[in-house]
């Protein structure tokens, strides 16, 4: 297993939309482990392919306190919404230090290919329901950042901006 670089906002290669995985095969199970390595490390909830500039439509996600249920969902479809929805803060590993309030809906069943190739149904609520919403958003070419006002968006792209050069130098 390997750590992968993580893509960091403004990075427009965040902004691919991810195609379908066309098979479970070894190297899309050496790049789930990868990505679980990545995720852990890096004390994030979830990670999609795309943040590792791997445009398959591909997240990880572990939402318990004891990093101890990994999810995989492969190819995911939203199938149902719950009516309400919420504001809950949200950060981001490709946006790092940067937490702001993101409208989702309270509750989705998604449907999706598991890490072995089987199909299944999830119901998600709570964290685990914001999370899937945030990381199938990324395999859209979409980061969190861009529901928030242009104005702040623009303050988070110097801000990240800074912090990069300041890590390059
Ligand atoms: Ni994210």
Redesign the pocket.
Known sequence: MSLLPILCYPDPRLHKVAKPVQAVDARIKTLIADMFETMYDAKGI?L?AT?VDVHERLIVIDTSEQRDQPLVLINPEIVWTSADKHVNEEG????PGIYDGVERFDAVRVSALDGDGAARTIEAQGMLAVCVQ??MD?LLGK??VEYLSPLKRDRIKTKMRKLQRAERS
Not at 92 to 95: A, D, G, R, Y
């Open positions: 979830g999609a943040q981001c590993l490709s946006v945030h990381e990324h980061v969190f």
